[in-house]
């Protein structure tokens, strides 16, 4: 499975973004997505997770109410959405997708497989 990530930009607090998450090869193995994002010094941050078949969806506290993690049912599980609004200075970060076989709603990193190249969103105050 491949992940594309794009949709990253400079955009003023407040503003609002959002991200995709395009997954191609056997996607009909990927069972959940997650974003997660990392600022330079520090480790991957858990940001939100979707749980394909249901729906399931769980955030970070720092982004409940603002953020919202979707995907594009009609289109076979290949696109994955971050909408971000509300947007802080301190959402700067690169984000990153990712997804696995198992259907389970985790924050950890390294529970999962598969993860897209990041895309940069500068929130500038």
């Known amino acids: 499975v491949q992940l594309q990530a794009s949709g990253g930009g400079v955009v003023q607090a407040g503003g609002s973004l959002r991200l995709s998450c395009v997954a191609s090869?056997?996607?009909?193995?990927?069972?959940?997505f997650a974003w997660f994002r990392q600022t330079p010094g520090k480790e991957r941050e858990f940001v939100a997770a979707?749980?394909?078949?249901?729906?399931?969806?769980?955030?970070t506290d720092s982004v409940k109410g603002r953020f919202t993690i979707s995907r594009d049912t009609a289109n076979a599980k290949n696109t994955v959405y971050l909408q971000m609004n509300s947007l802080k200075p301190e959402d700067t970060a690169v984000y990153f997708c990712?997804?696995?076989?198992?259907?389970?709603?985790?924050?950890?990193?390294?529970?999962?497989?598969?993860w897209g190249q990041g895309t940069q969103v500068t929130v500038s105050s």
């Open positions: 979707n749980r394909w078949i249901s729906g399931a969806t769980i955030y």
């Open positions: 090869g056997r996607t009909a193995s990927v069972l959940s």
């Open positions: 990712a997804a696995d076989a198992q259907a389970i709603l985790s924050k950890l990193p390294s529970f999962y497989d598969y």
